[in-house]
């Protein structure tokens, strides 16, 4: 099954969506975790993503349908108090950081204008390909905390300004508890600002 999910991460965007547009898209922006029982003290995190994107439309002129495929590392910070020797308590304070590297694939809709602007928006599914934690400049794996699998929804806004080149803003989170047990109200929201050349 994982096999079979990395193949069709890698063969969706060439199958679907290539006749009308085709980008290459890299972002930067911020992360954090978000939710009800999100840690209070969780900070925001630099985002790096890289991936592309196939689009079609439905008929001349009309809306149009597609496929994302992309790469993201989501970074997370937060304070936690550390066991004191010397004091026998739980004194000690210390910021840790928290590292996810995910491959997702998304389906989106997308309305495009001819002055060069397109709002687009879907359903993905992410795959949960590592996860880091580093305390004391120590790193630990922390996959076996979260969901493999993990779906998300996203939104972009994109301006095609001085083509070949695009640049947009784009807002993706997790719709579901993230955490292994699906019992934590905690979801990973990203906002990124991307630079796109068109093919």
């Known amino acids: 099954m994982k096999r079979l999910f990395q193949i069709l991460l890698i063969l969706s965007p060439l199958c679907f969506g290539v006749d009308h547009l085709y980008l290459l898209r890299l972002g930067g922006g911020v992360s954090n975790l978000i939710g009800s029982d999100a840690p209070k003290n969780s900070k925001l995190g630099l985002t790096l993503t890289g991936g592309a994107m196939g689009a079609q439309a439905f008929y001349d002129g009309g809306p149009m349908w597609g496929t994302e495929l992309y790469l993201s590392q989501n970074n997370v910070s937060m304070d936690t108090t550390l066991w004191s020797d010397a004091s026998g308590d739980y004194t000690r304070k210390q910021t840790f950081d928290q590292s996810f590297t995910r ?50 929804a996203q939104m972009d806004v994109m301006v095609f300004a001085m083509e070949p080149f695009a640049i947009d803003v784009k807002y993706a989170q997790t719709v579901l508890p993230f955490d292994r047990d699906g019992k934590s109200k905690t979801m990973l929201g990203a906002l990124t600002l991307g630079v796109s050349y068109l093919f």
């Open 103 to 152: 491959i997702s694939l998304g389906l989106f809709l997308m309305k495009a204008w001819d002055f060069g602007f397109s709002i687009s928006a879907g359903p993905q599914v992410s795959y949960l390909a590592n996860c880091i934690r580093t305390i004391d400049d120590k790193d630990y794996s922390c996959v076996d905390d979260y969901r493999i699998y993990q779906l998300d």
